[in-house]
């Protein structure tokens, strides 16, 4: 273990839960290395993801984006393809973007796509699904309002999804940000998850709460802390 990670992680009390303010504060002081750090939240659920009606997964538009550049590919054609340009899409195309992928090509990180074109776009399920690019309409990425949804990932909107052990982790910054900006971050992703609470969800929804950055200790956060719908 490097002599800066054993001094960060020293600063932590095993077992004690801070306020999201003070946590943050913590995650800012930890970051040491060279690049600019992702700052995680990691939510633990009173949910069991193998029960599709208890499956938690949604959206969320952090009011302070994420620190980084998004390249965006749009599936389209015709009139909908000038609306992906205008709107800032990295990328536009149909027949000929499908030929790239299948060729190796994947330089983006995020793609939306109109529902007349997911018919040439499902060809491409093997190869997008397993990375978290296909577009998806319970994400609203297939869409006809495709400026919108462009935009909105331009501006920073991240998804999320429970994994195994109902535990869902989310990006809501990076290091450099302000403490303020990360805080707002955060309480927007919880208030999202709490407003996608399953009604089949029993006893206790927030079980545990933690947020670290790329290359740091996880710390705990008090839950009552938050207030009531955070």
Do not use: C
Not at 65 to 90: I, N, Q
Not at 207 to 212: P, V
Request: net charge positive; aromatic share 6%.
């Amino acid at each position: 273990m490097g002599k800066k990670l054993k001094a960060v992680q020293d600063k932590v009390e095993p077992g004690k839960e801070y306020f999201l303010e003070d946590a943050v504060n913590l995650v800012r002081e930890f970051t040491y290395t060279k690049f600019d750090e992702t700052v995680d939240l990691a939510v633990n659920l009173g949910v069991d993801p193998k029960k599709s009606e208890q499956m938690v997964r949604g959206t969320v538009v952090l009011p302070h984006g994420m620190g980084k550049k998004v390249r965006v590919l749009v599936f389209a054609k015709g009139e909908k393809e000038k609306e992906a340009l205008d709107a800032g899409a990295d990328y536009v195309g149909a027949e000929d973007v499908v030929e790239k992928i299948t060729k190796g090509w994947l330089d983006f990180d995020k793609s939306v796509a109109t529902p007349d074109v997911m018919g040439l776009v499902g060809k491409l399920g093997k190869i997008l699904g397993p990375r978290g690019l296909m577009p998806n309409p319970k994400l609203g990425t297939v869409t006809f309002d495709i400026a919108r949804a462009v935009k909105e990932i331009k501006a920073g909107k991240v998804e999320y999804k429970a994994e195994k052990g109902g535990i869902v982790h989310v990006p809501i910054g990076k290091a450099s940000f302000d403490a303020d900006k990360l805080i707002e971050n955060a309480k927007s992703v919880l208030h999202s998850i709490i407003k996608a609470k399953p009604a089949t969800s029993k006893g206790k929804y927030l079980k545990k709460l933690s947020i670290s950055s790329t290359m740091g200790p996880g710390i705990s956060i008090d839950i009552s802390s938050l207030g009531k719908g955070v």
